[in-house]
């Protein structure tokens, strides 16, 4: 049965949407401050299709899986709510409406949705994504070190990939495929010791469930053991769009450094804002933001409290 919009299931301090590294820190923060927090996550982070996550100091290679199974188990023991589901609209106000029907009331709104990695379509690559075909070599760098690897010319940020991935390797190849380079790229990839190998790709040569190469449309094959492609990141931000949250020319939500959005009472954390945060940096960004909204609720409790005690004492007058 769908619960109409105005009557709110049950009334938070703050809801949280999203429950990756972002959304589960800024709850284990404002569960610890003894709000009301209820956590509400469609289960499909970004690093999912990984085996290992890497560069998250004393989590270093962990399963992606199970650092979020650690962060919910955490908060749970602060009694925030763990909702598993989608949030498809939210109110001003908040009335946060759930796929399915429930409504949860919400003091203030929370948002770390994440992103949407956005891949070419060169038959082999979305089998292969977080496995042997990557996109960050601080993530995987390390793990496919000293082999032979590949840069998709899918995208600009293909140069910078390739200049970056020679500190891993001597062998990096950057296949242009529908990139156009400047004489300068070239210059820079050649001094850097990048191979330019030049022509469209047909698609990734996979064998006995991993990657082999690169097939050329002109039927060279490249042999490489992984390769990396610069993804159009696409921000999950449906929730803060609706909501009229102002965005930067390049069309992400703009905040300020606590994560507080330009509608009143809605903060965002994570990749949703930032396509640079890896796992550690979200965390930190939920847990900023979950300190500023307990700062917001602190201001909102502590002029209440002075309205009211203002008017005890008219009245006692
Ligand atoms: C293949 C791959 C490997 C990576 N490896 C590493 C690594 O080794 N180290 C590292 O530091 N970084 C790595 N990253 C980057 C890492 O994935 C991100 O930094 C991290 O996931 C960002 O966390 P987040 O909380 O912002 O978003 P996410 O982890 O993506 O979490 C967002 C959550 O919000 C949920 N959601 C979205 N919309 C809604 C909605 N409307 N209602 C409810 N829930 C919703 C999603 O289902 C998801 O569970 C990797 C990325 C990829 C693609």
């Not at 972002?22 to 401050?33: D, H, I, N």
């Not at 760098?141 to 500190?167: I, K, M, N």
């Not at 039927?219 to 490489?224: A, E, I, K, S, T």
């Not at 900023?288 to 609720?297: P, R």
Request: charged share 25%; proline share 6%.
């Amino acid at each position: 049965m769908t619960t109409a919009m105005n009557s709110k299931d049950t009334e938070y301090d703050v809801v949280v949407v999203g429950a990756g590294a972002a959304g589960l820190s800024a709850a284990l923060l404002l569960g610890r401050a003894r709000r009301k927090v209820v956590v509400v996550d469609a289960g499909a982070p970004r690093n999912a299709p990984a085996a290992h996550m890497h560069g998250f100091l004393s989590r270093d290679g962990l399963p992606p899986a199970t650092l979020l199974e650690l962060g919910r188990a955490e908060i749970e023991r602060y009694g925030v709510r763990f909702v598993r589901g989608r949030v498809e609209e939210v109110e001003p106000g908040f009335a946060v409406r759930l796929e399915g029907g429930p409504v949860l009331g919400a003091r203030r709104l929370l948002v770390a949705t994440g992103l949407y990695d956005e891949l070419p379509a060169i038959p082999g690559v979305r089998e292969r994504w977080g496995k042997d075909v990557l996109h960050c070599p601080y993530c995987h760098g390390h793990e496919v070190g000293d082999q032979p690897l590949g840069v998709l010319g899918t995208h600009p940020g293909a140069v910078h990939q390739a200049l970056l991935l020679r500190q891993w390797s001597d062998d990096v190849v950057l296949l242009t495929h529908t990139l156009d380079l400047t004489p300068e790229d070239r210059d820079r990839l050649e001094a850097r010791g990048v191979r330019i190998v030049e022509g469209p790709i047909d698609h990734l040569v996979v064998e006995d469930g991993r990657l082999r190469g690169v097939e050329l449309t002109d039927g060279r094959v490249l042999p490489r053991a992984a390769v990396f492609l610069f993804p159009r990141m696409v921000p999950q931000d449906q929730v803060l769009t609706r909501l009229g949250c102002d965005k930067d020319d390049a069309g992400w939500v703009v905040t300020d450094r606590t994560g507080r959005t330009s509608v009143p009472g809605v903060w965002a954390a994570g990749n949703v804002v930032d396509p640079r945060a890896q796992v550690v940096t979200a965390a930190g960004t939920g847990s900023a933001a979950a300190s500023a909204v307990n700062a917001d609720l602190v201001d909102e409790e502590v002029r209440d409290a002075v309205e009211r005690r203002r008017a005890t004492s008219v009245l006692a007058r």
